[in-house]
């Protein structure tokens, strides 16, 4: 494949920062603003906890959904079309949720924002990538994941400055309002890249005969499995928590998901960089541990050390477990592209779905929400124990080469 090394820094720049912007409308806004609000939202009776972690099932089940229809629509001359698509599905259907406190409707609405959030957090980040191979730049594809981190502060401001006037379903109208301009800029942005739809191989056939899945790639998604399932639950449920164990005034109840944000915005750099200098394998299991102890921290000390402890250390690492993984995947199976990185999240998904599912199976059956987040743990320890099943892309290949030989 040709490297295209005359790009501009002006020009990376940009493309990084219409993916970073793209990912913080339709993760930050669409989803994850959802958890700084839920404990407003039972507040104010729109409905109860475990209603609420309902609907946040049906959002990680339209997450899913979007993740398989990316791994169908892959080739580059989709993704134009498919972009835009969806960004206009997450502002209408964040629009019409200000609308509506009928769970039904709302679960609905967050079904079809999960599905747009799903495309789009596939589909961008994946043509940035091979934009960027195509440059010799492919170690500049983790900082597209700021733009999560910028959600999640946005969305903290946003919920925490607006609490005292608005209710109910008004809750939702900042997120719409700014979330109309910066995807039609960010959509406007990376619909202009220039990519060819298939990469050539031998004798000008695409060259995707590798196998999706096999023995090199198996140990990544099982553990990426884990990923999904262990960070979702104080991705969700953390200010509730708060909520719940903290008094009425404490400055945590909003200041959970500050700290969360604020620990994830510098959390791609980070990432980028550990994985850079010390491997990217090695970095993942650095990441497990650091992400385990987090969700640890919260079941062991209930109460304000726990959830600083869990707000910091799952900030931190939650985006560094994906862009580790999905630069891992496309080291040890380069032609696949966005359609690994679209199967990979679409697991991820699955199991993200899960996890809200069971919180609500527990809650029901009288656990506490505390004790539920021992799913956490149990999830990231399963996945750090796959880390290590999980071959040196240099090492895989070598050995492939020897085998066809």
């Not at 964040?94 to 509506?100: G, K």
């Amino acid at each position: 494949m040709p490297q295209l090394n005359h790009t501009t820094p002006k020009e990376l720049f940009g493309v990084l920062a219409a993916g970073a912007i793209m990912l913080m409308v339709v993760h930050g806004l669409g989803r994850f603003i959802y958890t700084p609000l839920l404990p407003y939202l039972v507040d104010d009776a729109q409905f109860s906890a475990p209603e609420g972690a309902a609907v946040a099932t049906w959002n990680y089940f339209g997450y899913l959904v979007g993740a398989m229809l990316a791994i169908r629509w892959h080739r580059v001359s989709q993704i134009r079309v498919l972009l835009p698509a969806f960004l206009a599905v997450h502002v209408i259907t964040t629009v019409f949720i200000t609308q509506t406190d009928s769970l039904i409707v709302i679960s609905v609405s967050r079904w079809l924002n999960g599905v747009a959030n799903g495309v789009i957090f596939v589909q961008a980040p994946a043509l940035i990538l091979e934009w960027l191979v195509l440059r010799n730049r492919a170690s500049m594809s983790g900082l597209v994941y700021i733009g999560v981190g910028l959600g999640l502060l946005v969305s903290s401001g946003l919920v925490s400055g607006t609490a005292d006037w608005l209710e109910g379903a008004e809750r939702w109208w900042p997120a719409a309002l700014i979330s109309i301009p910066l995807a039609l800029w960010g959509a406007f942005r990376l619909s202009s890249l220039e990519l060819q739809d298939h990469p050539a191989g031998g004798g000008g056939k695409a060259a995707v005969t590798t196998p999706l899945i096999d023995r090199a790639s198996i140990p990544l998604f099982l553990s990426y499995a884990g990923a999904g399932l262990g960070y979702i639950l104080p991705m969700t449920f953390l200010p509730l928590l708060a909520n719940l164990e903290l008094e009425a005034d404490h400055w945590l109840l909003d200041g959970t998901w500050l700290i969360v944000a604020l620990c994830t915005i510098p959390a791609a750099w980070v990432w980028n960089k550990l994985g850079a200098k010390m491997g990217d394998i090695p970095a993942l299991k650095l990441n497990f541990l650091i992400q385990l102890a987090g969700v640890l921290g919260v079941v062991l000390w209930p109460g304000a050390v726990g959830l600083v402890l869990c707000a910091a250390l799952v900030g931190g690492t939650f985006l560094g477990t994906v862009l580790l993984t999905q630069r891992i995947g496309r080291a040890l199976h380069p032609h696949q592209g966005p359609r690994l990185s679209a199967a990979m999240v679409a697991l991820y998904g699955f199991t993200q779905m899960v996890g809200p599912w069971l919180t609500k199976q527990w809650l029901d059956a009288g656990g506490t929400l505390v004790s539920a987040f021992g799913i956490g743990v149990g999830a990231l320890a399963f996945g750090l124990i796959f880390v290590f099943f999980v071959p040196r892309p240099e090492a895989w290949h070598a050995r492939t080469i020897r085998t066809d030989g």
